[in-house]
């Protein structure tokens, strides 16, 4: 019987599918273990051999699990809204749920070909109603909830309602935005309804706001910052600027505290905490305010002692900006405003106004990431305008800089160049006077790393003191003239929420005189429009604005044509001229809005009237083991961990981290293959030509090289994608072929280097591609992808085969097992299970091939060696595994057998095989007991019969016995 590895992968992968094998139940007198993969988008390209990776690693886990008596939730999905398949539809008219379908079937098919244990009745997709229902009923908890200081927890809006009724808002502590009016009970009572919904935005914590946003005119879309590489958008490569519109946002900053204590009690990666650590930004330091002066004459601060005029500046403003450093509020020369800051266009001068205007138009190109990551240019311009130092009254010039964010603290810095690196070298950019603040010690470079000397200045009241007490000196002296207080603050910023996409979840949002109202739960899900085309209106309108049927009834509960919204008359109530009918939220939810929660739904993924019942949520509880990539560290997971807090504080989950433990996969990397061209023609020289050569380098598929690296010319030129690019092209040959360089990439269609999986799983089989992804290397490690290696697990799963069935009939009996047998068995059961447990699927690979070798050497045939062994090996190669085990007479499944347990006793050694040496040659060896005197050793030895042959009747001079170790007899 050989071993036909397709027809026994297809046969389990079916029996699989039609008995459910990998169901969970939710409830269940086994412990449970939930073990998640990060689910993905289904792009039209499909899976490379790069994408299973941390699938085979949880697979194998989950399938230990089970095997250990645990029941195992391993569910599955898809990321199924997205850009890419808006951009197809642009492309081509089809309709985005078309696409991804299409997409999901060809990801199903490949999934299910590899033999994973997933429990497929539990499968969501984020664009599915049934699924976005409920993301959208989330965003409705939210809109309608706000986060109490003083509970440090979310709480109903309806419980703030009730204070400003009675108590008005002086006394409420909440997360809120910052420009918050104070008023009292009796004023609460005498707003209109609209300023009273005006100022519940300001504390909800999902709101309105104008904000600065990634905008990509080319998409007609806002970006988050992950979706921006080198300032164009990762997805075309499109120009990105910085422009304000009105977004949904959500108040994750209210959770900033929480999400970094959390860090501290789940067990993730050391890298993807310090990631979040450093997202989050937690700074001790001192909010300081600066008021902004009118028009007046004052003394220069600069060396030449000049009278300065300040410009007239209208109205009474100040600045507030955020010091980790409040001691060192003496070194302030200047102010640096963010471009964008609100103030700029309030302050700046008439003589500056085109300068300022000018730069703030170039910046508005550039995004906040290259802002953040560029130390070297120095840019800015001056508004005109001066602030007043709180305490020494001298006017302080007020200069923009891209160095400076708008979203990052307050969008203003106190510029110290005695204390900054780049404070200084602004001020030396454009010769701004640099105050001497060192008590006569000249300012130097060494200077900025002094972190310990307190800048005092001409300050009395900070003579003589260390660092930390003068800081807290000046905040008590600010906080006694009213312009400054001790505050903690939060890199993080609240995450904009809306996106101009027509692939997206709909928002359950209505407008009523310009005021956003949420639509009732039991009217859910709001159903995605039809629309004729998928870009932007002309008038610039998100892709929603062209659904003619995208408004609502407000009476009947329902999606109605546009044509009936009737715009408010003068003296008629909004309700009555509208008769009931408003229009709907044209903007859709980011991609992050399905993904900040499915890891709920997969625990009751069938449940109409809730998004998980309170059963199934308190019997999974949190997922035990999470694996996916670290490209999600500050997205995804800190996204998902800020909504399950929030879901906690509603008590509608029962613990606010949701993943134990998770592990970053690596990266299977491609071997990219190139050719050269000559400049300035069309010829193409072999690799050992081009030297001195004028050559532009190009990718070609990997399909047409072959392992010496020679091109198939022949072949690339009849590629149906790109062979008319070859077609007249002229081939240099060095020795009758043609070389190609290689080298190792991030797989990547564009680099035409990836490796399909159906063509490995079609030529080996699921179970070589799942044995070699984990044989490449540590779990956590990038490691590169050579299909010719894959032959050695191959014959290794042929030699399994051997091992359990000859020509004719299986080989396993009910034979006593050898001792030798007995100690392959139990050293395999020992490395295997601390290997699983430890992560370190590479090794068991290995473990494998050598407990094969040894029971093949043994000529193993009993079934108590060879049954354990199976399902040992049968969450890494499952299909064999099944079918050897069926051949064995087993039933039901494998995965139902119990984990080999481990016993110390057959590993441990009685005898040892002496090596008998003749003066120091090696003739034979014998097996004695180790617990064997010297003396009955020696007279063991020269009574053998090989002894007396090698003595030949003559007596030996001397026996030498080194127990457990040899003997030497000299003759």
């Given at each position: ?7 026994i ?14 169901k ?38 989950a ?28 492309q081509?008219g ?13 990801y199903?098919?490949?999934l299910?070909?590899?033999?994973f244990?997933?429990?497929?009745s ?19 908890q ?28 002086t ?16 004023d ?28 990509c ?31 949904w ?8 505290e ?19 650590r450093?997202w ?17 004459t ?54 500056q ?44 010039p007020i200069?923009i ?8 603290g ?5 510029s ?6 780049r ?8 010769k ?30 900070l ?9 807290k ?7 006694k003239?009213?312009?400054?207080e ?32 949420m ?5 859910l899900?709001?159903?995605l429009?039809e ?32 044509d ?24 859709t939810m ?15 993924a069938?449940?109409e ?45 029962p ?15 491609g ?20 030297e ?42 060095e020795?009758?072929?043609?070389k ?67 020509e ?21 059961i ?54 050897l ?14 984990f ?7 590993l ?18 014998m ?14 030895v020269?009574a ?14 001397k ?13």
């Amino acid at each position: 019987m050989t071993y036909n590895f397709n027809e026994i992968e297809a046969k389990w992968q079916k029996y699989w599918a039609e008995n459910q094998t990998f169901k969970a139940v939710n409830g269940s007198d086994k412990p449970k273990y939930y073990v998640l993969d990060m689910f993905p988008y289904p792009s039209g390209a499909g899976l490379h051999v790069g994408h299973p990776l941390g699938y085979i690693a949880s697979d194998i886990y989950a399938r230990y699990k089970r095997h250990q008596g645990f029941n195992v939730l391993h569910p599955q999905g898809y990321d199924s809204f997205g850009l890419p398949a808006e951009q197809y539809a642009i492309q081509t008219g089809q309709h985005p749920a078309i696409t991804t379908a299409e997409n999901i079937k060809t990801y199903r098919r490949q999934l299910d070909q590899i033999g994973f244990s997933f429990d497929w009745s539990r499968e969501v997709r984020t664009s599915d109603p049934s699924y976005y229902k409920w993301t959208q009923w989330i965003f409705i908890q939210l809109f309608n909830s706000w986060y109490n200081k003083d509970t440090d927890k979310a709480e109903d809006i309806s419980t703030l309602e009730t204070i400003f009724s009675t108590e008005g808002n002086t006394t409420v502590n909440a997360v809120c935005d910052d420009n918050i009016e104070p008023f009292s009970a009796k004023d609460w009572k005498s707003f209109s309804s609209k300023k009273q919904q005006q100022i519940l935005l300001q504390y909800r914590l999902t709101y309105l706001a104008e904000t600065e946003v990634n905008w990509c005119p080319a998409l007609g879309t806002v970006l988050a910052n992950d979706e921006i590489v080198n300032g164009v958008s990762e997805r075309g490569g499109h120009p990105v600027i910085r422009k304000k519109m009105t977004q949904w946002s959500m108040r994750i900053s209210a959770y900033a505290e929480r999400l970094l204590k959390g860090l501290d009690k789940i067990d993730w990666t050391d890298a993807l905490k310090e990631s979040q650590r450093n997202w989050i930004g937690k700074s001790v330091g001192a909010s300081v305010s600066f008021n902004v002066i009118a028009s007046e004459t004052k003394q220069s601060t600069n060396n030449e002692n000049e009278n300065v005029t300040l410009s007239a500046v209208e109205g009474s403003h100040k600045i507030d900006v955020f010091t980790t450093r409040p001691d060192t509020i003496f070194g302030v020369s200047f102010m640096t405003l963010a471009p964008e800051h609100e103030l700029v266009k309030k302050i700046t001068t008439p003589e500056q106004k085109a300068e300022v205007e000018a730069y703030i138009k170039a910046t508005a190109k550039r995004s906040e990431r290259d802002r953040m990551a560029d130390v070297k240019t120095i840019s800015g311009a001056f508004t005109g305008a001066y602030a007043e130092h709180p305490f020494t009254k001298e006017p302080i010039p007020i200069w923009i800089g891209d160095y400076v964010l708008a979203g990052y603290g307050t969008g203003a810095v106190m510029s110290v160049p005695c204390g900054d690196q780049r404070d200084y070298d602004f001020a030396k950019h454009f010769k701004i006077p640099i105050p001497n603040i060192f008590d006569g010690v000249d300012i130097s470079k060494e200077a900025f790393t002094d972190k310990e000397k307190t800048l005092i200045g001409n300050s009395d009241f900070l003579n003589g003191l260390n660092y930390k007490k003068a800081t807290k000196r000046v905040i008590y002296e600010l906080e006694k003239i009213g312009q400054g207080e001790g505050k903690t603050n939060y890199r993080l910023r609240d995450a904009v929420f809306s996106r101009q996409r027509y692939w997206g979840e709909p928002f359950p949002v209505y407008y009523v005189n310009g005021m956003p109202q949420m639509i009732d739960a039991a009217h859910l899900p709001i159903k995605l429009p039809e629309v004729e085309k998928y870009l932007p209106t002309e008038t610039g309108e998100p892709p929603l604005g062209n659904a003619t049927v995208w408004a609502w009834d407000t009476v009947n509960n329902k999606v109605v044509p546009n044509d009936l919204v009737i715009p408010t008359k003068r003296g008629t109530s909004d309700k009555e001229s509208h008769n009931g009918v408003y229009p709907l939220e044209l903007n859709t939810m980011p991609g992050w809005a399905g993904s900040s929660w499915y890891f709920n739904r997969y625990m009751d993924a069938r449940n109409e009237n809730e998004f998980a019942s309170q059963e199934a949520l308190n019997y999974w509880k949190d997922v035990d083991l999470y694996i996916g990539g670290s490209e999600h560290a500050t997205g995804h997971l800190l996204y998902s961990r800020f909504w399950q807090k929030f879901l906690f504080d509603k008590g509608l989950v029962p613990v606010d981290e949701y993943a134990k433990k998770l592990i970053n996969q690596g990266m299977i990397l491609g071997t990219s293959a190139f050719v050269y061209r000559e400049e300035g023609t069309n010829k193409y020289l072999s690799l050992g030509l081009i030297e001195g050569k004028k050559v532009q380098p190009l990718h070609v598929k990997v399909k047409y090289v072959n392992a010496s690296d020679e091109l198939d010319i022949k072949g690339l030129k009849a590629d149906a994608e790109f062979g008319e690019d070859y077609e007249d092209a002229e081939f240099v040959l060095e020795d009758g072929t043609f070389k190609v360089k290689r080298d190792v990439e991030k797989m990547s269609k564009s680099k035409y280097n990836v490796v399909n999986p159906d063509d490995i799983v079609a030529d080996y089989g699921a179970d070589s591609l799942r044995l070699y992804e984990m044989f490449l290397g540590p779990l956590e490690q990038y490691k590169p992808w050579n299909t010719a290696g894959i032959t050695g697990v191959h014959s290794f799963l042929k030699k399994l085969w051997k091992l359990y069935v000859g020509e004719n009939e299986l080989h396993v009996n009910d034979a006593e097992p050898t001792k030798d047998s007995l100690k392959t068995l139990h050293k395999t059961i020992k490395k295997v299970q601390e290997d699983i447990e430890s992560f370190s699927f590479n090794t068991s690979v290995s473990t494998f091939m050598i407990a094969v070798n040894e029971l093949t050497a043994q000529k193993c045939t009993s079934k108590d060696i060879l049954e354990p062994l199976l399902v040992l090996i049968s969450p890494y190669a499952p299909h064999i595994a099944e079918e050897l085990w069926e051949k064995m007479g087993n039933k039901p499944s494998i995965s139902t057998a119990p984990f080999p347990k481990f016993e110390e006793k057959h590993l441990v050694e009685s005898s040892k095989n002496y090596p008998i040496s003749f003066n120091g040659k090696m003739r034979f060896t014998m097996e004695l007991p180790l617990d064997m005197s010297k003396e009955d050793i020696e007279k063991a030895v020269l009574a053998h019969e090989k002894t007396k042959d090698q003595l030949q009747g003559r007596e030996p001079k001397k026996v030498i016995v080194v127990l457990g170790k040899i003997v030497n007899i000299v003759g």
